[in-house]
């Protein structure tokens, strides 16, 4: 509205045009920031090997999902639809699955061809984000609860935490009195904080951000450019950080914590499976979450038990427990197993951890 045309208008409509912008304003700010979602998924998992030999740890299944739609479902709830992958060991795969599964966003897909860290990975992305845009980082592999709304409005830098028993394995922040973080240390020796980094960061610096991490390409010429180093590095450089505490942390990294937080997922009401088809001659005991296409009969499955689809399990039973997809199980009784998809086991009872497209006959 021109104002020169309001005053000649009169007294009236000035507090009419005042009363449409504080109103348009109020409307705007409740509307999603948009912002790019940068995820680095380019590592090789080595902890979930055999498993990771054929499939990226982002895409292993989890309550009746993958890691990596936890992830990017939680964003597009949030009303984020810009996304960059970085992708390097196994890549192909995981360019496959958001193209099949996600046409709606908007993404895009970085190779990082050489294991260089995180700090480096986020690098990669710098063509694709516009001058003063605001980003957020998320690992592959960090699936954690908390407030998205008020982490997307954040007027600062702001990074996610969690309170942990030990620091000494994480990387850790550390506040001053007025909530502001003071240093971020990796996998400190002697911890002066419990705040462990979940990996989760909302930048707003960008442009800075990226001008470190070359600068600390250019002069270090290191084999890996960590990310907690370029926030130290923005922290020297007097850029202002908060964090935010996430409610759960859950923990995708090695068999015995994936099956954990497979159990945690499950009890939670919107993971496990509601209607579940009648299978022959067999007991599900909740909770569960039961694919598409699967035949079980004479058998007992369940509790915390993921079941990809159209897998087939006969006189089995099976608890604490995630299978792959197109897998075969016939006489056994597993318990705190992980098996790959394409997999068939026939035989007695184990603990495994068994990879992708393996047969294993145990009743010998």
Known sequence: MNLDYTQKRGKGNRVFQCTFLLYYNSYRLTLPRTMKVIIPVAGAGTKLRPHTYTQPKPLIPLAGKTILSFIIDQFIEAGQTNFIFVIGYLGDKIKHYVEEYYPEINAEFVVQQERSGTGHAIYLCKEFVSEGEEITVVYGDTICDYDFTEVMKSSTTVLGVKKVDDPRDFGVAELNTEGFVTHVVEKPK????????????KINETARMFQIIEHQIQSKNDSEYHFTEVLEAMLMARIPMKVFNVQNWFDCGKKETLLETNATLLNKVEYASEEIPFFDNTIIIHPVSIAEGCEIENSIIGPHVTIGEK???????????????????????????????DAY???????????????????K
């Open 190 to 201: 002697i911890p002066k904080s419990n705040l462990a980094l979940v990996g989760v960061y």
């Open 311 to 341: 897998t087939t399990i006969r006189s089995s039973m099976v608890k604490d427990s995630i299978i792959g997809s197109y897998s075969v199980l016939e006489k056994v009784v597993l318990h705190s197993s992980l098996i790959g998809s």
């Open 345 to 363: 086991v026939c035989g007695n009872s184990q603990s495994l951890n068994i990879g992708d497209n393996t047969e294993i006959d145990l009743s």
